[in-house]
């Protein structure tokens, strides 16, 4: 039993160094650029030519025309956008998605699939998958590309445009998207110079306990103020800067409105002090 035991784990162990690693034939690539504000990240693998007719009509070529195709090898070519895209002109959400051709003479279809699990098979294509379809124009290259490529290229000056090319043998295809980076380059404008009221309170405060200009104090609580309809610590603070500039009665309705926030937040403290700036008015 014993011996049983020993020429099973050795051979295991021969099993375990037998495994050596090669390369494959069709090496993976990854390829990612960023169009305006949006990150193009293609995942494929690239076949070589190896002398085969890759193009053409009928079952004697590699891809033939008119056929369903992965699109590279393995497990095809997967394609993913950061943000939405118009694909050709499709509306794409942001996503990752399976990149699938149909290749001809004079057009090539380019399907973007939300089926993740087709892979490196087209047999479960379903067109109810689709989110984008695009016909385009191939072109011929005067130079023969014999390792598959896939690329973003041609990239706008204004980085709005650019196109997906999909190179080998003699052949070129360009699919156009287009991003659309204004919204997000507003929004963050206007967070980055929207005034923090939190930050022209304290700002306020220091100005009116250090005798500093009363009327750069009173716009900034103002603001503060109107953005914090129920804080009674800023009330007060703009109703003390308003009596300080002689404006009674803009001092009185902000101590009211002080008063009553502290109320409601049932702050006796503040309530009193109000009370008192009140009398101090009438």
Do not use: C, H
């Amino acid at each position: 039993m014993k011996n049983y035991v020993l020429i099973l784990m050795l051979a295991i162990a021969l099993t375990t160094q037998a495994q050596v690693q090669t390369p494959q034939p069709s090496t993976a690539s990854t390829v990612t650029n960023v169009v305006g504000l949006t990150e193009v990240k293609i995942e494929y693998s690239r076949p070589k030519m190896k002398g085969r007719k890759i193009y053409g009509e009928g079952e004697t070529f590699l891809v033939p025309f008119g056929k369903m195709w992965r699109t590279a090898a393995n497990s095809g070519s997967r394609i993913t956008f950061s943000d939405e895209v118009k694909f050709g002109d499709t509306a794409v959400p942001k996503g990752t998605y399976q990149l699938i051709t149909v290749p001809g003479a004079t057009q090539w279809t380019v399907i973007l699939s939300k089926d993740m699990t087709l892979g490196g098979s087209t047999a479960g294509y379903d067109a109810a998958n689709d989110v984008a379809k695009v016909t385009v124009k191939p072109e011929k290259l005067t130079e023969k590309v014999e390792l598959f490529t896939m690329e973003v290229t041609d990239i706008a000056e204004n980085s709005k445009t650019a196109n997906i090319q999909i190179a080998w043998e003699n052949t070129s295809v360009k699919v156009p998207f287009s991003v659309d980076y204004d919204a997000k380059v507003m929004k963050a404008i206007e967070a980055s110079t929207k005034p923090n009221p939190n930050v022209l309170y304290q700002s306020a405060l220091y100005y009116f306990e250090n005798g500093k200009d009363l009327k750069q104090a009173n716009e900034w609580i103002a603001v503060a103020a109107a953005a914090n309809p129920d804080a009674f610590w800023i009330w007060l603070t703009k109703a003390k800067i308003q009596k300080a500039l002689g404006d009674k009665k803009g001092a009185l309705e902000s101590a009211t409105a002080s008063k009553a926030a502290a109320e409601k937040a049932k702050n006796t403290e503040y309530v009193k002090m109000n009370d008192e700036l009140i009398k101090g008015l009438k």
